[in-house]
């Protein structure tokens, strides 16, 4: 359903940042209203150049490594390589095994690929890791998270974003009206880098084929990358987080939206405004494409009361 006024999901994420203390916002800004998605809405050519990023302070190189100003890394971010998305109007991209498969077939299609996963020994990640972390969350998703890779507490538990950057990620998930049983969340590697160090190339090469699987099976309406390696990996892009985030992209016609990974905003609380800013969009993108917010109590919770009403 187009937004055309301030909807359940706005009012929502506002009292979230007005209220949640855990949020750490010390001060609100009022962002413009989400503009209505029209269907007079020029497209933005696929060629077209992107607007220039607004400015930004500094440039976060990865949620695993402290930020360091980094000029180079500052000039290269003026200008992503990847075209954006069309604002609105998204084909629903229907994949072959979506066509084909129904919740059981796409849970067991799941469990295989689960299964692989625990198994594999196709990169040197798979020597350290104590479990693997396949990925988890609802067959039938509207939306999947894609982060990096499992840290401490995930290659001890064998699930994703457990620690401290996962209750975070959990409390953006249940502000937006989902909750994590709703979504699906997903690494672009499925076994803990040793020392939380950034995935190598061979690493994610070796196991991308998984993420693309998980994508095909779940066909989410639209995917929210979780910091800079993530939204390479998806998106041929040259660019910093920061210039991109917030953006409209598309991974072979999924909708994707990239946005701060949630451990960089515990080291830089103030990120959270453009978070903030980035799930509206999200919220926003699956609402346009039949989505469903499946939790409206929560809402109703995170507006006091008052979501649906006043
Ligand atoms: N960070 C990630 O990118 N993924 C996880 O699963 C946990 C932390």
Same mark, same amino acid.
């Given at each position: 359903?187009?937004?055309? %006024?301030?909807?359940?999901?706005?009012?929502?994420?506002?009292?979230?940042?007005?209220?949640?203390?855990?949020?750490?916002?010390?001060? &609100?800004?009022?962002?413009?209203?989400?503009?209505?998605?029209?269907?007079? %809405?020029? $497209?933005?050519?696929?060629? !077209?150049?992107?607007?220039?990023?607004?400015?930004?302070?500094?440039?976060?190189?990865?949620?695993?490594?402290?930020?360091?100003?980094?000029?180079?890394?500052? !000039?290269?971010?003026?200008?992503?390589?990847? $075209?954006?998305?069309?604002?609105?109007?998204?084909?629903?991209?229907?994949?072959?095994? !979506?066509?084909?498969?129904?919740?059981?077939? =796409?849970?067991?299609?799941?469990?295989?690929?689960? $299964?692989?996963?625990?198994?594999?020994?196709?990169? =040197?990640?798979?020597?350290?890791?104590?479990?693997?972390?396949?990925? %988890?969350?609802?067959?039938?998703?509207?939306?999947? +998270? /894609?982060?990096?890779?499992?840290?401490?507490?995930?290659?001890?538990?064998?699930?994703? +974003?457990?620690?401290?950057?996962?209750?975070?990620?959990?409390?953006? /998930? *249940?502000?937006?009206?989902?909750?994590?049983?709703?979504?699906?969340?997903?690494? &672009?590697?499925?076994?803990?880098?040793?020392?939380?160090?950034?995935?190598?190339?061979? *690493?994610?090469?070796?196991? +991308?084929?998984?993420?693309?699987?998980?994508?095909?099976?779940? *066909?989410?309406?639209?995917?929210?990358?979780?910091?800079?390696?993530?939204?390479?990996?998806?998106?041929? &892009?040259?660019?910093? &987080?920061?210039?991109?985030?917030?953006? =409209?992209?598309? +991974?072979?016609?999924?909708?994707?939206?990239?946005?701060?990974?949630?451990?960089?905003?515990?080291?830089?609380?103030?990120? =959270?405004?453009?978070?903030?800013?980035?799930?509206?969009?999200?919220?926003?993108?699956?609402?346009?494409?039949?989505?469903?917010?499946?939790?409206?109590?929560?809402?109703?919770?995170?507006?006091?009361?008052?979501?649906?009403?006043?």
């Amino acid at each position: 359903m187009p937004v055309t %006024e301030p909807t359940a999901v706005r009012r929502s994420l506002l009292a979230w940042l007005e209220t949640d203390l855990g949020f750490g916002l010390e001060e &609100i800004r009022r962002l413009d209203p989400i503009r209505p998605a029209t269907s007079t %809405e020029p $497209a933005p050519r696929a060629d !077209a150049t992107p607007a220039p990023p607004p400015p930004r302070a500094a440039e976060p190189p990865s949620p695993r490594t402290p930020p360091a100003p980094d000029p180079a890394e500052t !000039a290269r971010t003026s200008s992503p390589a990847a $075209a954006p998305a069309r604002a609105s109007g998204f084909r629903p991209r229907v994949g072959p095994l !979506a066509e084909r498969l129904g919740s059981p077939e =796409k849970r067991a299609a799941l469990d295989t690929l689960d $299964a692989e996963v625990a198994g594999c020994t196709l990169c =040197k990640l798979s020597r350290g890791r104590t479990l693997a972390v396949p990925g %988890e969350g609802n067959v039938d998703a509207d939306l999947m +998270f /894609v982060g990096e890779g499992p840290g401490a507490d995930e290659d001890r538990s064998g699930r994703p +974003f457990v620690g401290r950057a996962g209750e975070l990620l959990t409390k953006i /998930v *249940e502000a937006m009206g989902f909750s994590r049983e709703t979504v699906f969340i997903a690494n &672009i590697v499925k076994c803990r880098p040793p020392g939380n160090r950034d995935p190598e190339p061979d *690493e994610t090469a070796s196991c +991308f084929p998984f993420l693309e699987r998980q994508l095909e099976i779940v *066909e989410p309406k639209v995917i929210c990358t979780l910091g800079l390696p993530a939204t390479r990996k998806l998106l041929d &892009i040259r660019g910093g &987080i920061s210039a991109v985030r917030g953006r =409209k992209f598309a +991974f072979r016609g999924i909708p994707l939206i990239p946005t701060f990974h949630p451990a960089y905003l515990l080291r830089n609380p103030a990120g =959270k405004k453009q978070v903030w800013s980035d799930v509206q969009t999200v919220a926003r993108l699956v609402e346009e494409r039949g989505g469903v917010v499946p939790f409206p109590e929560r809402l109703a919770r995170n507006t006091g009361g008052a979501a649906g009403g006043a």
